[in-house]
């Protein structure tokens, strides 16, 4: 069962352009749900998180936006550059010291020039 | 000075070995953890450590054993290796007060089992 379905599986944009992956979840006890980016070789790096008290959280070009009647958030990355070509994932948890983050599928995006 | 990091890097073998796969933090968190990343890049918790006491361990073969000497340190031990357990082999920690939260990664291990 994938209790986080992410979408899309790839995505190209354009240097400059908007960048925007959706997730999904199903679990109401989730209360934490971070993005991770992966470059090739590497492990996955911590970008932005959010918790479910707040709608909208920016960190520089990286938005999350949350929606918790919908069950729904997403990443936004503005001004799209080449070196935010990478996986994405995004991941939910239930904060507690039996914790784990359920990832989604993740997003290849490629931006190119 | 690497946050967590992993060796070996890379791990070729053939079915039937045995292997060991170490992990060390030096960020003072006290919960590490396993994930694996398939082929299609899927990740998986298997393991998570909090102060050296096991408090995850989800649907993964007995083949795996992860060993805990100190929080600082979690390895992984994969007997009798099969094909399917071809992956890339994340390590990860996170900090005290908020466990779970904020989880750290190390660079992997590319298992391939040939």
């Known amino acids: 069962q994938q209790q986080v379905k992410q979408s899309p599986q790839s995505l190209i944009v354009q240097k400059g352009g908007i960048s925007i992956i959706n997730c999904a979840y199903e679990?109401?006890?989730?209360?934490?749900f971070p993005w991770y980016q992966q470059f090739p070789g590497k492990g996955p790096a911590l970008l932005i998180a959010?918790?479910?008290?707040?709608s909208e959280k920016k960190e520089g070009r990286f938005t999350i936006s949350f929606n918790k009647s919908a069950k729904q958030f997403s990443l936004h990355i503005m001004d799209s550059q080449p070196g935010d070509s990478a996986t994405y994932f995004c991941?939910?948890?239930?904060?507690?010291?039996?914790?784990?983050?359920?990832f989604g599928t993740g997003t290849r995006l490629q931006v190119t020039l | 000075d690497t946050a967590v990091s992993q060796t070996p890097k890379y791990l070729v073998t053939q079915m039937g070995n045995d292997k060991s796969i170490k992990c060390e933090q030096n960020l003072g968190h006290d919960t590490m953890y396993w994930y694996k990343q398939d082929s299609k890049k899927f990740l998986k918790i298997m393991f998570s450590y909090n102060n050296k006491e096991l408090i995850i361990n989800e649907t993964v073969p007995n083949r795996f054993s992860p060993k805990s000497p100190d929080k600082a340190h979690l390895n992984l031990h994969i007997n009798s290796l099969e094909l399917g357990d071809s992956a890339v082999y994340f390590c990860?920690?996170?900090?005290?007060?908020?466990?779970?939260?904020?989880?750290?990664f190390g660079p992997g291990t590319r298992l391939t089992v040939t």
């Open positions: 991941a939910a948890n239930i904060t507690g010291t039996a914790s784990k983050l359920t």
């Open positions: 959010i918790r479910p008290d707040v």
């Open positions: 679990n109401t006890a989730f209360d934490y």
């Open positions: 990860a920690s996170s900090p005290p007060g908020l466990a779970g939260s904020e989880q750290y």
